[in-house]
């Protein structure tokens, strides 16, 4: 048994974590900046390292997100446990502006970003059928009902390219394929973590109802920096709730903290020695 280092993505709304003592740390990585400096500090006796996925003041488009260099540098820091933090939209009645999701399944309609650690020399398959840990899903969500939360369990997250909203087409589209919610960052965030051998999970905070829905407004910045604003509140408190218990529970090691075991399928003696020694972190 050992102890949690949680990992914590900020999404659109949170730039920062109230309580959270420490400092920020400048990480370099073999994939070029992260989004910004990691907070690394402690809440309530629990250690946590904090990134801001699109920067302090929101720098970074979906799609210019560094996200190699963000899930390396956590990785570099000890990160045992990532939680993103996510706006979203809700392609579905039941989840309300205002709601949680604590999501368990992606599917990814991304084309625009680097998906993975490895490459020529060094080629590995990494499962991705369970995409999130199931446990830590879990405590974020009895986390964020003592939060005061309504707070849903399971869900398929549609990860589109962006920056523009869906059409209405494309919103149908989705919606048609039995999706929840609709986001723009968890993808490759979520298979780079798996690649780097850290359990993941989403809170996918619901800001709008897309485009979809005729009885409410169509989703413009305005509706969703208003609803982002209550929902940060509320996720704030839900990653207190979470640290005071992880700090006291040990943590007992989990399936994917070995999901490399037998993923890297280029033979030992065929393995490019630079490749190796650049994702050492991500490989140990």
Known sequence: MSKWVLGVIGGSGLYQIDGLRGEWVKVETPFGAPSDDVFVGELDGQKIAFLPRHGRGHVYTPSTINYRANI?????LGVTDILSVSAVGSLKHKYKPGEFVMVDQFIDRTFAREKTFFGNGLVAHVSMAQPICQRLSNFAYEA????GA??????????????QF??????????????????????????????????????AMVTDYDCWNEDHDHVDVASVVKIMHENSARAKDTIKNLARFLSQKPRTPSMIDKALENAIITAPDARDKE???KLAIIIS
């Open 72 to 76: 390396y540098a956590l990785k570099s």
């Open 144 to 147: 964020a009902i003592k939060a």
């Open 150 to 163: 309504k707070a849903h369990i399971g869900g398929t997250y549609m990860v589109m390219e962006g920056p």
């Open 166 to 203: 869906s059409s209405k087409a494309e919103s149908e589209l989705y919606r048609s394929w039995n999706c929840d919610v609709i986001g723009m960052t968890n993808m490759p965030e979520a298979k780079l973590a798996r690649e780097a051998q850290i359990p993941y999970a989403t809170i």
């Open 275 to 277: 490749m190796l020694e």
